[in-house]
């Protein structure tokens, strides 16, 4: 039907790359954007330079502005591994850090769930709700805060199942 078109034949350039929203706060998700531009150039033989290239010129709005005070990023020896560090750091999604104190916070103990595979169950979801902290003295702070909520959720989640025989 089309016999001109042949995916084998396509070449991807970095300067014709127009077939993806700019991102920002309105737009797709951060870490969708940068697979987007990750696999366009994989498919056209980008290399790192040209990807890093493309993604600046493609940002908008808060990420735009984010890029232009970090002047980490805009070092010629900047890696496209920096670029996603950056990022992802700052426009992490929150809701999956609410998530998981919501989940810790109401945390119950099902009937067939022992008290051990209960607490272990608590236990996992603690370190999910810890900041990660650069100083060693505000990150203990954090873990031992974390154990505390455990605790709480721990005892909070305890269903007290009798056997009336």
Known sequence: MYPHTHLQY???YPNHFSTYVAWSKNSVPLDEFL???KRASTIGRWKEAE???VVILRLADPAKA???LCLE???PETTWQAFENVFNERFKDSHIDQ???MQSQTAKQQKDLSPQTFADRCCMLAPKII???RDEVTQRIHRENAERMCL???VAGLSAIHDVS
Do not use: K, T, V
Request: a positive charge; glycine letters at 0%; charged letters at 25%.
């Open 131 to 133: 900041c990660r902290e």
């Open 35 to 37: 697979s987007c531009i």
């Open 152 to 154: 709480d959720s721990f």
């Open 73 to 75: 990023l805009q070092a």
């Open 10 to 12: 396509i070449r991807i």
């Open 51 to 53: 990807r890093l290239r």
């Open 99 to 101: 998530n998981h104190f």
């Open 66 to 68: 984010l890029y232009n």
